[in-house]
């Protein structure tokens, strides 16, 4: 199969032309090549999408085309630039572009956001532009050739974010001797997938043609269930100190993602539903996982690997943990 991947040089992109690799597909990525190197065996076209053109593999014919743009206009040009050479079309979107993430258990009948044109990357306006993303595809290629896969939270080696990482890496260096301190809402659900397993569903998607508008997300576990997984893959013996989500937001501390926060914790009802997507349809069409303790344990040698002084986009710093974990125990 030829494979066309647009992106393919960060994260999830490269992982998808490893999985192409690895199945014996002739693998071409198009990216401007600024997030670093493609798969090794991959063939990288240097291109801007912002820019008319797809750097010459507009003029080739393609078995199938895995895109995992945000940019809507990016991604209309490309549908224009390749209707009619393509056999197959991945998108992955992402579940920012339902309306309620408040229902547990929901499926894609939620309703959708208003499409955006453009915005910027607040949940809302991510959501909008993807959903825009998925209507050019949609329209341009035909929903009898496209599957769109709604990805919920991506993990494992090569997770910058640090969402995933976090956990097992602060298990596996606890700040104070024993203790590592956590949200007292360890019920919380949460879902991790794989993005390895995410690419190779989608390579084996468009070998097969497989369509369909589906969320693409890991198993329903808790927050509680992260943190035990995490405990496993970092072989840590250190304690859950779990802490007030009252009192921590009154400290500063922050939910899901970013600098002095506690990743994955999302303690708002309109959020009750966005980590506990049912996924049954994704896995109906033959989307598989991996235990989430494998998932912990690679991006665990990930985070180890990072250079010591390259700072961290998401966590608490340790001095910062140090302070709160001894305000909590003088409380």
Same mark, same amino acid.
Request: glycine fraction near 14%; charged fraction near 25%; include cysteine.
């Given at each position: 199969?030829?494979?066309?991947?647009?992106?393919?040089?960060? #994260?999830?992109?490269?992982?998808?032309?490893?999985?192409?690799?690895?199945?014996?597909?002739?693998?071409?990525?198009?990216?401007?090549?600024?997030?670093?190197?493609?798969?090794?065996?991959?063939?990288?076209?240097?291109?801007?999408?912002?820019?008319?053109?797809?750097?010459?593999?507009?003029?080739?014919?393609?078995?199938?085309?895995?895109?995992?743009?945000?940019?809507?206009?990016?991604?209309?040009?490309?549908?224009?630039?390749?209707?009619?050479?393509?056999?197959?079309?991945?998108?992955?979107?992402?579940?920012?572009?339902?309306?309620?993430?408040?229902?547990?258990?929901?499926?894609?009948?939620?309703?959708?956001?208003?499409?955006?044109?453009?915005?910027?990357?607040?949940?809302?306006?991510?959501?909008?532009?993807?959903?825009?993303?998925?209507?050019? $595809?949609?329209?341009?290629?035909?929903?009898?050739? $496209?599957?769109?896969? +709604?990805?919920?939270?991506?993990?494992?080696?090569?997770?910058?974010?640090?969402?995933?990482?976090?956990?097992?890496?602060?298990?596996?260096?606890?700040?104070?001797?024993?203790? $590592?301190?956590?949200?007292?809402?360890?019920?919380?659900?949460?879902?991790?997938?794989?993005?390895?397993?995410?690419?190779?569903?989608?390579?084996?998607?468009?070998?097969?043609?497989?369509?369909?508008?589906?969320?693409?997300?890991?198993?329903?576990?808790?927050?509680?269930?992260?943190?035990?997984?995490?405990?496993?893959?970092?072989?840590?013996?250190?304690?859950?100190?779990?802490?007030?989500?009252?009192?921590?937001?009154?400290?500063?501390?922050?939910?899901?993602?970013?600098?002095?926060?506690?990743?994955?914790?999302?303690? #708002?009802?309109?959020?009750?539903? #966005?980590?506990?997507?049912?996924?049954?349809?994704?896995?109906?069409?033959?989307?598989?996982?991996?235990?989430?303790?494998?998932?912990?344990?690679? $991006?665990?040698?990930?985070?180890?690997?990072?250079?010591?002084?390259?700072?961290? +986009?998401?966590?608490?710093?340790?001095?910062?943990?140090?302070?709160?974990?001894?305000?909590?125990?003088?409380?």
């Amino acid at each position: 199969m030829r494979l066309l991947v647009l992106g393919g040089t960060a #994260f999830l992109g490269r992982e998808v032309a490893r999985a192409g690799l690895a199945a014996g597909h002739d693998v071409t990525c198009v990216a401007r090549g600024e997030s670093g190197a493609p798969a090794d065996g991959a063939r990288l076209v240097t291109a801007d999408r912002s820019a008319p053109g797809l750097g010459g593999v507009e003029d080739e014919r393609w078995d199938a085309v895995i895109d995992v743009a945000r940019d809507p206009g990016q991604v209309a040009r490309a549908v224009e630039a390749l209707r009619g050479r393509v056999g197959h079309w991945g998108f992955v979107s992402t579940g920012n572009v339902y309306a309620d993430h408040s229902v547990p258990g929901a499926d894609e009948s939620t309703p959708l956001l208003a499409p955006l044109e453009s915005g910027g990357d607040e949940p809302d306006e991510y959501g909008g532009k993807k959903v825009a993303c998925e209507r050019s $595809v949609l329209d341009g290629i035909g929903a009898e050739r $496209v599957l769109v896969a +709604r990805a919920g939270l991506l993990g494992g080696p090569g997770d910058t974010s640090g969402r995933t990482g976090w956990w097992p890496w602060r298990l596996a260096h606890p700040a104070v001797p024993g203790e $590592v301190l956590v949200p007292d809402a360890l019920g919380e659900p949460a879902q991790v997938l794989d993005a390895r397993d995410l690419a190779a569903w989608l390579v084996r998607c468009g070998e097969a043609g497989t369509t369909g508008v589906v969320d693409a997300v890991g198993p329903t576990t808790t927050l509680g269930g992260v943190l035990a997984a995490a405990r496993e893959a970092s072989g840590s013996g250190a304690r859950a100190v779990a802490a007030d989500p009252a009192w921590l937001s009154e400290q500063g501390v922050g939910p899901w993602m970013g600098p002095r926060s506690l990743p994955l914790w999302l303690p #708002f009802p309109e959020y009750a539903g #966005f980590a506990a997507r049912t996924g049954e349809a994704a896995r109906a069409l033959g989307l598989t996982t991996r235990p989430l303790v494998d998932t912990l344990l690679d $991006v665990l040698r990930y985070e180890e690997e990072r250079p010591a002084d390259e700072p961290r +986009r998401t966590g608490l710093e340790d001095d910062d943990e140090r302070a709160l974990l001894t305000a909590w125990h003088a409380r």
